[in-house]
């Protein structure tokens, strides 16, 4: 997908990365209690993201709001119940409720999660670790095989924020996702508050983690909140709870990673404790003032732009 | 076993055990660690319950509310990762609750509020207008043969208690006012249905809500009229003809 120079500055990323014609700018998670202020202010932002599973609904006021933002917007589709790294088979009559709301939103992105969450017929909702091993790896490659066959499009794949490691984990976590995208061809959504969360968790190196990462296979990044607890030696345990604003310290990672990877479609991430729009719409301006901070003489965009397609 | 199925059933059970094969990097105990994807799950899920019962978890207070609510979750966790419709199955859970049973109203009330969800979220269909409608009303003959096909949206609740009353007082800004008059043990029976983009929900006579049950499963008018509980045939059908309730019909 080549775009003309007037949709942005995604021109060198968009042919770099199918995965994605999101615009390198920040946007929101759509929420159902923002719908109607969405609608009558038009924010200025990049793009919306909605959790898919909310969405396979027959009818009602959820399809009629994304129908009238949907068309407004670019819109990013992700995807929290499909088990990419669960043992059984993938769940098809999930995978075709997806293919029908990806076909009917035609978003200009589709991502899901390096987790499980499904397990024997019970579904565990949670994004649960998995061993990295060369037998999960060649199971959860053709796991998105799958999904990327029945999807028609490549997914981008979002690295996980975990708190337990296995002992039977033969590489790590950037390594097996750097194979994954190898052996797939899916891209990354590259979430830097889970970097920093786990490389916490696991007495890891955030920027080593990031600099592990295939980055020219990134097609958005997630920023996010996270609680601070402490595990029984004392050191902090992070938990991934989308219910508080970006740390600093993840500021500081995502300006690291934009860096290495030049702007990138930013999904300001907020599910719990959900405050009011304009909040939300702040952080999206500090996302972007860190783009225009480190990208000087990228192009500036006022009004809400839609990618070509 | 696999590695997946003792973390599965070690989330799910009240008194679990750490599963085997976790480390942590630091020597720190793995079953605290691994206690954050247990809350993560049983908390999650127990919220998604609480946003579909707003009124059954006021009358029990949130403490009541979501022991019971864990406990329906380890018992019936969902099989779809859609949640928006998990619970169908909490309204005879909260019926069958020993602890619960001082408000046999309760699980009537769950079933009114998963009700509520089902028609928020149900099809869109054309409804027929009431010009269409208006001639085989009128004749009597052809009336009585005539099998309707209602609205997507519509749900009818019985109950041998106020449920709707009770309900109803919630959607004040100060239930407790309101909650003082209402006699418990009176029968109720409402009706749900979608107008444009929002919930209806009327009160109806016990009779017309079984007229309406019977529509809903296939009876044929003449059929559908004789109910045990008598009721205003005509209202109803004023009723079901202003909020579009009726989208096909076949003689």
């Given at each position: 997908?080549?775009?003309?120079?007037s949709d942005?500055?995604?021109l060198v990323?968009?042919?770099?990365?199918a995965?994605?014609?999101?615009?390198?700018?920040?946007?929101?998670?759509?929420?159902?209690e923002?719908?109607?202020?969405v609608?009558s202010?038009q924010?200025d932002?990049?793009?919306f993201?909605?959790?898919?599973?909310n969405?396979?609904v027959a009818?009602?006021?959820?399809?009629?709001?994304?129908?009238?933002?949907?068309?407004?917007?670019p819109?990013?589709?992700?995807g929290?119940?499909?088990?990419i790294?669960g043992q059984a088979p993938l769940d098809?009559?999930?995978l075709s409720r997806?293919?029908i709301?990806?076909?009917?939103y035609q978003?200009?992105?589709?991502s899901e999660?390096?987790?499980?969450s499904s397990?024997?017929?019970?579904?565990l909702?949670?994004?649960?670790?998995?061993p990295?091993t060369?037998?999960?790896?060649s199971?959860?490659?053709?796991?998105?095989?799958?999904?990327?066959e029945?999807?028609?499009?490549?997914i981008?794949?979002e690295?996980p924020?975990?708190?337990?490691q296995?002992?039977?984990?033969t590489?790590t976590?950037s390594?097996f996702?750097?194979?994954?995208?190898?052996?797939?061809?899916?891209?990354?959504?590259?979430?830097v508050?889970?970097?920093?969360?786990?490389?916490?968790?696991?007495g890891g190196d955030?920027?080593e983690y990031?600099?592990g990462?295939p980055?020219?296979?990134?097609?958005?990044?997630?920023?996010?909140g996270?609680?601070e607890e402490v595990?029984?030696?004392?050191a902090?345990?992070?938990i991934?709870?989308?219910?508080a604003?970006?740390?600093k310290?993840?500021?500081?990672?995502?300006?690291?990673?934009?860096?290495?990877?030049?702007?990138?479609?930013?999904?300001?991430?907020?599910?719990?404790?959900?405050?009011e729009l304009?909040?939300l719409?702040?952080?999206?301006?500090?996302?972007?003032a860190i783009?225009?901070?480190l990208?000087?003489n990228?192009?500036?965009?006022?009004?809400?732009?839609?990618?070509s397609? | 076993?696999s590695t997946?199925?003792?973390?599965?059933?070690?989330?799910?059970?009240?008194?679990?055990?750490?599963p085997?094969?976790?480390t942590t990097?630091?020597?720190?105990d793995?079953?605290?660690?691994?206690?954050?994807?247990r809350?993560n799950?049983?908390?999650?899920?127990?919220?998604a319950l609480?946003?579909?019962?707003?009124?059954t978890?006021?009358l029990?207070?949130?403490?009541?509310?979501r022991?019971m609510?864990g406990?329906?979750?380890?018992?019936h966790?969902?099989?779809?990762?859609?949640?928006?419709l998990y619970g169908d199955l909490?309204?005879s859970?909260?019926?069958?609750?020993?602890?619960?049973?001082?408000l046999?109203?309760l699980?009537?009330l769950?079933?009114l509020e998963v009700s509520?969800v089902?028609?928020?979220?149900a099809a869109e269909?054309?409804?027929l207008?009431?010009?269409?409608?208006s001639k085989?009303?009128?004749n009597?003959?052809?009336l009585?043969q005539?099998?309707?096909?209602l609205?997507p949206?519509?749900?009818v609740v019985r109950?041998?208690?106020?449920v709707?009353?009770?309900w109803a007082a919630h959607q004040?800004?100060?239930?407790?006012?309101?909650?003082?008059s209402?006699?418990p043990?009176?029968?109720?029976a409402v009706?749900?249905?979608?107008?444009?983009?929002d919930v209806?929900?009327?009160?109806i006579?016990?009779?017309?809500?079984?007229?309406?049950?019977?529509?809903?499963?296939g009876a044929?008018f003449?059929?559908?009229v004789?109910?045990a509980f008598p009721?205003?045939?005509?209202?109803?059908l004023?009723?079901l003809?202003?909020y579009?309730?009726?989208?096909h019909?076949n003689?």
């Amino acid at each position: 997908m080549i775009q003309s120079p007037s949709d942005g500055f995604c021109l060198v990323d968009a042919a770099q990365t199918a995965s994605t014609r999101l615009p390198c700018r920040a946007g929101i998670g759509l929420k159902p209690e923002h719908f109607r202020e969405v609608i009558s202010e038009q924010p200025d932002l990049g793009f919306f993201e909605i959790h898919a599973e909310n969405y396979m609904v027959a009818g009602g006021p959820f399809h009629h709001y994304l129908e009238i933002i949907r068309s407004r917007y670019p819109l990013s589709i992700h995807g929290v119940g499909l088990s990419i790294g669960g043992q059984a088979p993938l769940d098809e009559e999930h995978l075709s409720r997806l293919a029908i709301l990806l076909n009917r939103y035609q978003p200009e992105a589709f991502s899901e999660h390096l987790a499980w969450s499904s397990h024997g017929g019970t579904y565990l909702n949670d994004l649960l670790p998995l061993p990295y091993t060369a037998s999960s790896l060649s199971q959860v490659c053709e796991q998105i095989d799958r999904v990327q066959e029945r999807l028609g499009r490549p997914i981008l794949l979002e690295n996980p924020a975990t708190y337990v490691q296995y002992t039977a984990s033969t590489m790590t976590e950037s390594e097996f996702i750097t194979q994954v995208i190898r052996r797939t061809g899916c891209g990354l959504l590259l979430d830097v508050n889970n970097v920093h969360v786990s490389s916490v968790n696991h007495g890891g190196d955030a920027c080593e983690y990031i600099l592990g990462l295939p980055l020219d296979a990134v097609g958005e990044i997630h920023l996010a909140g996270f609680a601070e607890e402490v595990d029984t030696k004392g050191a902090p345990l992070l938990i991934d709870n989308h219910g508080a604003p970006i740390a600093k310290v993840v500021w500081e990672l995502y300006a690291f990673t934009l860096g290495l990877t030049g702007p990138k479609p930013t999904l300001i991430e907020r599910d719990n404790d959900v405050p009011e729009l304009r909040v939300l719409l702040t952080e999206a301006q500090q996302a972007d003032a860190i783009t225009r901070r480190l990208f000087p003489n990228l192009p500036s965009t006022t009004e809400p732009q839609k990618a070509s397609v | 076993m696999s590695t997946h199925d003792e973390f599965a059933e070690s989330l799910m059970q009240e008194a679990s055990v750490c599963p085997s094969g976790l480390t942590t990097w630091n020597g720190s105990d793995p079953f605290q660690r691994f206690a954050v994807y247990r809350n993560n799950v049983i908390v999650s899920l127990i919220d998604a319950l609480a946003d579909t019962f707003p009124v059954t978890q006021a009358l029990v207070g949130v403490k009541f509310f979501r022991a019971m609510a864990g406990q329906f979750v380890r018992a019936h966790p969902p099989r779809s990762p859609v949640l928006t419709l998990y619970g169908d199955l909490f309204p005879s859970y909260v019926c069958d609750f020993a602890p619960a049973s001082a408000l046999p109203y309760l699980g009537d009330l769950a079933r009114l509020e998963v009700s509520y969800v089902q028609t928020y979220h149900a099809a869109e269909e054309e409804s027929l207008t009431i010009s269409e409608l208006s001639k085989l009303l009128s004749n009597e003959t052809t009336l009585s043969q005539v099998r309707f096909t209602l609205h997507p949206s519509i749900n009818v609740v019985r109950s041998r208690y106020a449920v709707v009353s009770l309900w109803a007082a919630h959607q004040e800004m100060s239930p407790e006012k309101v909650l003082v008059s209402i006699r418990p043990d009176v029968a109720e029976a409402v009706l749900l249905i979608r107008q444009n983009l929002d919930v209806v929900v009327v009160r109806i006579e016990h009779g017309a809500a079984e007229f309406i049950e019977n529509l809903h499963c296939g009876a044929v008018f003449a059929n559908a009229v004789s109910t045990a509980f008598p009721f205003n045939l005509e209202t109803t059908l004023a009723l079901l003809l202003r909020y579009g309730a009726i989208t096909h019909y076949n003689i």
